[in-house]
């Protein structure tokens, strides 16, 4: 196995990791809706999750938790993974959106500092940063 394989293995693993904490989100109050149904499965496309992994992590008995942490750092990269993939089309939608906020909460961010945090991702990612915001990202 080449290192290349070794790296692949381990971002798919994340990715994994990432859809079967938002299926979970997603499958929290029951049964997943229609709309539900179709956020995942845009997601499982972005994450290039198998049908067989998808079959696995839908299954009723498997619930996989939101691995929070008291690291703010470690929340933020696990928040910007999930923007990486989100923005993979240059876009996020209503229901995206909705999902990354139980996601931030899911992950140890208080409500207000989900929003704020959000906030500012879509920002960054969307290309909708202000020049003061762009001078500090840049210099530091």
Request: net charge negative; charged share 35%.
């Amino acid at each position: 196995m080449s290192f290349a394989d070794l790296y692949t293995s381990g971002e798919h693993r994340r990715n994994l990791a990432h859809f079967a904490a938002l299926a979970t989100l997603a499958s929290i109050d029951g049964e997943i809706s229609s709309e539900e149904k179709i956020l995942l499965d845009r997601f499982a496309s972005k994450l290039d999750i198998t049908k067989a992994e998808y079959e696995e992590v839908l299954r009723k008995e498997n619930k996989y938790p939101i691995d929070s942490t008291p690291d703010s750092e470690k929340r933020l990269e696990r928040l910007y993974d999930l923007f990486k993939i989100v923005y993979s089309d240059h876009e996020i939608d209503g229901e995206e959106r909705i999902l990354i906020k139980k996601y931030a909460i899911g992950l140890g961010f208080t409500d207000e500092k989900a929003d704020k945090v959000i906030e500012r991702s879509i920002a960054i990612f969307g290309g909708k940063i202000d020049f003061e915001d762009y001078l500090y990202l840049v210099k530091h």
